[in-house]
Structure formats: C-alpha cells, structure tokens
C-alpha cells in the first residue's frame, strides 16, 4: 500500500501521506491540500470523504460487517444489554458487574422530567409528528439544565449531563406519546430496567398493574442494541458538525433528531410500514409492485443503503427476531409476508442484484414495532431512542479530540460580479 498520494496539478507535483485505519481503510490526508495548492476537494453528499478518525464503530459495507469498538453487532444483540452496549459506545469498554449497576443506577435516577415541560407538550397540537417534539423538548433541557452549555465544564459535569439525558429522553419520547393521546402521564419507576421502564411509561396506567411482557421487551432490548451507532451517518455527522461549534450536548443531540427524522434517514422505518400497508389495501400483487419500482413509478422503501453493497447485518438480524417475536406475540401480520415476498422477488431480480440493493435495517424493523403496539410515527422515535448513545459517544470523542469547528469548503458557481440596479431600472 503507497504511504503517500501524488497529485499532479498544473505540472506540478504535491505529495500528500496516505492514513491507514486499524481495519486497513485507506485516505489520503488532504489537510494542506488548499495552502499548497489553493485547490479543494468537491465530493457532494461525501461518498468519498472521511469527516474524522473514529475508534468507536468499524462498518464493511462490502462484507456486510459492523462492529461496535470491536465486538460483533450479531453477538451484542444475542448477548448484551442496551444499557452495556450504550456504556461500551460512549466510555469504549464493556463494563464490569458493578461498572453496569453503577451506570444503570445513575441513569434510572434521573429519569424524571422537570414539571414544566409538560407545558411544552401542551403546546403541541396533538396531530404534531413525535419527532419534531421530541427535538424540541430535549433543546428544551438546555433551560433546566443551564450548566449544560458550558463548554468549558469538565469531564464530571459533561458525564452527568450525558447519563441525564440517557436517562430522559425514553421520558420525553412516552410522554409526548400520551400527552398526544390525553392518557395520564406514567412517572418513572427506577427500580425497573431501561426498556421495561419505557414500556411502563409508554403502556401503563395508574389505576391497574401493569405486567410486562418478556418478549416485547427482548426485542426492543434487540432492536436498540442494532441503531445504537452507525459511524457517520447523517445525524450522527450533524451531530459532530453542531458539536464542533462547542453547542451543548441537548442541542447538538436535538440536531441529530432532526436529522433522523428526514424519511431518507430514520424516517424510512415509518416509510416502510406505510408502504407495505398500502401494497395490502391495494391488493396489488408483489411480482408487479417490483415491476413498478424498476419503472420507478414507486419506491421500495427500506431496501439499499449508502454504504452496504451486501445484506445490512442488522436487517438479518431483525428479520430472524421478526418471526420470533410475532410468533410468541401471537400476531399474524399480512405486512410480514408481503416484506418476505417483496425480498425474495427482490433478491431474485437482476435489476437488484446488479446494483446490490439488500433491505437494510429499515425493513423489517416497523413491523417488529407494529407488533409490539407502536403507532408508525413512533418507530422513528424508537430509532433515535436507539441511537442515543452512538451520538452521545460520536460527539464525546469529538470533544475529547478537541476537533475545529466543522466547516467545509464550497465551490461558487452563482454570478460573478455585477452592479446593484435600482428597482425602477430592473425589468
Ligand atoms: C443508520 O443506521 O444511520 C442508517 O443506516 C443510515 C446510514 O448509516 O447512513
């Protein structure tokens, strides 16, 4: 492997060294690349360009591998607890017995909301989408917590505000959820564990026992595990960019809320539902749905991914959970058989096949959701819920690095320069 790249620009030549990551991923390092040449690099949406270093999750899309600092997605998601995956995201290592129980302790203490917020949930209509109250109340904390924007807090400050908001975000998301319903709010029980307090919360109510089941709450135990991180994604780059500003924890993460809300990120999982539903209202078969993608009169939602070129190894996993789960939950969704059918028509399609498009994590995760009782616009929630601890660890290490402030370059291609026309003269 060449240890430095050579670019030739205007007969002239530059060196520039090659980085190797410890899975053996290439760069070149283009940090002179404008003082000695004057030129930048242009990669719109990033296809080609590294934002950073990163030591907490390794992604082969080609080989279809992903690994949090080093462990296997397949086997944290047999093996581990949310709570453990989220210590070993965000701290680099799996906790020790009295490591976890410290960290979940921590967490399930600070469960609890400030009263005043419910006046912000009260403001919402309650047709408002959950992820834009979501971002808004977890800016909101930003209020309550105001040493939280301190850039200069130290380690000890910046980790309570990092178990506060592991530990409040499942509050806001189930009371914004039952606010938007005018069902009575379910206080935090801390002695219950992380997925079983959220589905108290979400499903609860004050006046009878409320009895959980162990199914639903191993599979959402799985599925948070699965979006707990994704290197650079879209939000998660958000994240760092906001980050990088020195803005608070609350708000970079309520940047990387909206980010995930865009329906070519995390709101594909609600796209997917929504899309199998109407293939079964419309009763048309799925041998000709797939006739119309490839004339793209329609979308397959939840199939293809920027980075996979192989199967998504969270899709396979949660395709195994999906049977599973609505076996034991007794449920027989029509959805789950027409998203085998379409994958199967898929997988056997050239048109698929040559331009590797595999269902990835989106596909079958809604129906998994649908089965434990999710309204379609929750599973979007569900997504960030899960995907709390990547951003907090992705925005940890970035601070811990002290990285600038992100700012990429443009290339201007609007008017050169002209003259202000007075508005009587303009036509
Ligand atoms: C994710 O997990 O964030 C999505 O698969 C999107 C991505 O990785 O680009």
């Known amino acids: 492997m060449s240890k430095e790249a050579e670019i030739i620009l205007d007969g002239k030549s530059y060196k520039f060294p090659v980085i190797e990551g410890s899975e053996g991923e290439m760069a070149i390092d283009i940090a002179k690349l404008r003082d000695l040449t004057g030129y930048v690099t242009l990669d719109t949406g990033y296809k080609n360009t590294g934002a950073t270093k990163s030591a907490i999750t390794f992604l082969d899309g080609e080989k279809g591998i992903l690994r949090y600092r080093g462990y296997p997605i397949e086997q944290l998601a047999s093996k581990a607890s949310f709570l453990e995956v989220s210590y070993l995201l965000i701290y680099g290592e799996l906790p020790t017995t009295s490591q976890l129980e410290i960290f979940k302790d921590r967490i399930m203490k600070h469960t609890n909301l400030h009263e005043d917020i419910k006046k912000i949930f009260d403001g919402f209509p309650s047709s408002a989408h959950p992820m834009g109250v979501l971002s808004s109340a977890v800016s909101s904390l930003t209020a309550y917590y105001p040493g939280s924007i301190d850039q200069n807090a130290n380690d000890e400050e910046v980790d309570l505000t990092i178990v506060r908001l592991m530990a409040k975000l499942p509050t806001i998301a189930a009371w914004s959820y039952r606010n938007s319903k005018g069902q009575p709010l379910m206080y935090p029980k801390p002695k219950l564990g992380y997925c079983e307090n959220f589905l108290y919360m979400m499903f609860g109510h004050p006046n009878e026992d409320f009895t959980l089941d162990p199914v639903v709450v191993e599979a959402l135990n799985t599925l948070f595990i699965l979006h707990a991180d994704h290197e ?171 990285e600038p402030i992100g700012r990429p370059r443009q290339i201007y291609t609007g008017y050169t320069e002209r003259d202000y026309v007075s508005i009587e003269k303009r036509k």
């Open 232 to 402: 650079q994604n879209c939000s998660t780059s958000t994240v760092r960019i906001v980050g990088s500003a020195h803005a608070s924890l609350y708000s970079s993460i309520a940047a990387g809320i909206n980010a995930l809300w865009g329906p070519l990120h995390g709101g594909a999982n609600q796209e997917v539902i929504e899309m199998l539903e109407e293939i079964q209202a419309s009763g048309i078969s799925t041998k000709d749905y797939i006739a119309k993608v490839k004339t793209k009169e329609v979308r397959l939602m939840g199939f293809g991914h920027r980075v996979y070129k192989n199967f998504d190894p969270r899709a396979n996993i949660i395709k195994k959970a999906c049977d599973d789960i609505l076996n034991k939950l007794g449920v027989n969704d029509p959805a789950l058989a027409i998203a085998k059918e379409l994958e199967q028509a898929a997988l056997s399609d050239p048109y698929f096949v040559e331009r590797k498009l595999y269902p990835n994590v989106d596909f079958y995760s809604g129906i998994i959701y649908k089965a434990l009782g999710l309204r379609s616009d929750l599973f979007t929630v569900m997504f960030a819920i899960g995907r709390l601890p990547g951003w907090i660890a992705q925005w940890k290490e970035l601070r811990d690095a002290k």
